[in-house]
Every structure is written in C-alpha cells, then in structure tokens.
C-alpha cells in the first residue's frame, strides 16, 4: 500500500513539473558575428516592424519588433527582399 501511495505521489509530483511552461525569446543564436553580412538596420513607427536584416551561412534573415516580442524570420534565398510587415 505505501508503494502505492508513494508511486501516485512520485507521478503527481512529475506530472506538475511537466506542466511548467518555458517561453524563450524567438531569437537565433550565431556563433560568429563576422560571418555576418549585409547587415541593415530599419526604423518604423514606435520602433515597430522591420528593424533589422542580414545575411548568414547563404540565408537571409529578417527580425520583427512585435508587440509580444521580437520575431525572427529566415528566408531561403539572400536576394529575396524581407517584407516591411509580419503577418501572422
């Protein structure tokens, strides 16, 4: 019975530490800012929108301002153009 007992505490106890939620910020993690090109920076209304673009490893990537938080977009070819908006 103690077996029990502690068997459904134990599986209790785990199932309130998976129920935890971890928000990490949307962003990418480079480890050589030298192999960084083309790197433009924007300004938009209230600092919302495109602020930055950038070139990485044959990929271009384009961060948002967001209202929840920045947001990172990455796209497939470097000389596609990142749209001024983020739609959802």
Known sequence: MKKIILLSLFL???????????????????????????????????????IKSYEYKKKKFCVYNKIDGPRTITLANVKSSCPKKLDD
């Open 12 to 50: 209790v106890f785990k199932n309130m530490i998976l129920r935890a939620e971890i928000t990490l910020p949307n962003t990418i993690y480079i480890p050589d800012k030298k192999l960084i090109s083309n790197e433009k920076h924007f300004s938009g209304p209230m600092g919302m929108g495109l």
